[in-house]
């Protein structure tokens, strides 16, 4: 089955600084990549993804990068901000798996005014 | 708010156990699925259900089973419950079951914890 790793488990940068997480998958059959964002006590919710046949996308401050040879994908965060403080997963499925995601461990990242 | 509701919130059980974690999806949406997270191992698929029908299993145990009734609500039930059982619970809803493309929105989580 799909198995995806992520790194780095804990980032900590600047105010402004950029940050970027990156995560390798194992399925090539798997076509859709959602980065989710987790504050702590709260529930995950979506703040970009990216299909198979897209190399990049961008959502203002935040894109993320598909790499289909190499089966690995990022997430860039530019201009952080403290309200960028946060846990990021990583996930992975495919068509035919009924759309069920298989997450990376997670990224602690804490940006520091 | 995403709109996917969880009762309860938190729940302190004893080892040996049996739970009831219940979801509301969100309004049109068929599809539940359930997460376990837990500290060491991150956000890990369980089941999935859509329509009323189970369509997809992961690292479900067997302790674990789960439904979904006709008014798409769905519940999961953990018995013989072990310390390790001890996470927090989400569950999300999509407006399809059948493709990957669709937006999960998840619930705010139960907390449960075996003591």
């Known amino acids: 089955g799909e198995n995806v790793e992520q790194h780095p488990s804990t980032l900590s940068v600047q105010e402004g600084d950029s940050a970027v997480i990156k995560c390798t998958y194992s399925?090539?059959?798997?076509?859709?990549f959602p980065w989710y964002k987790q504050e702590l006590g709260k529930r995950p919710q979506l703040i970009i993804d990216?299909?198979?046949?897209?190399g990049e996308k961008k959502d203002q401050r935040i894109a993320v990068t598909l790499n289909k040879t190499a089966k690995h994908f990022s997430l860039h965060i530019t201009e952080t901000q403290p309200e960028d403080s946060a846990v990021y997963f990583c996930?992975?499925?495919?068509?035919?798996?009924?759309?069920?995601?298989?997450f990376g461990k997670g990224t602690k990242l804490s940006v520091k005014p | 708010d995403s709109g996917v509701t969880q009762t309860p919130k938190h729940l302190i059980t004893a080892t040996g156990q049996r739970v009831t974690l219940r979801c509301s999806p969100r309004s049109g949406d068929l599809s539940v699925y359930w997460y376990q997270q837990s500290l060491d191992q991150g956000l890990q698929f369980l089941i999935q259900y859509y329509n009323g029908e189970e369509r997809a299993k992961g690292n479900i145990l067997e302790r674990f089973s789960a439904q979904q009734f006709p008014d798409l609500h769905s519940e999961l039930n953990l018995s013989s419950l072990e310390l390790g059982d001890s996470a927090l619970y989400f569950c999300a809803s999509s407006v399809s079951g059948t493709s990957p493309y669709n937006e999960q929105f998840f619930g705010p989580g139960t907390r449960l914890t075996v003591l």
């Open positions: 990216i299909r198979s046949n897209v």
């Open positions: 996930a992975a499925t495919r068509r035919g798996s009924q759309g069920n995601l298989i």
């Open positions: 399925d090539s059959a798997s076509n859709y």
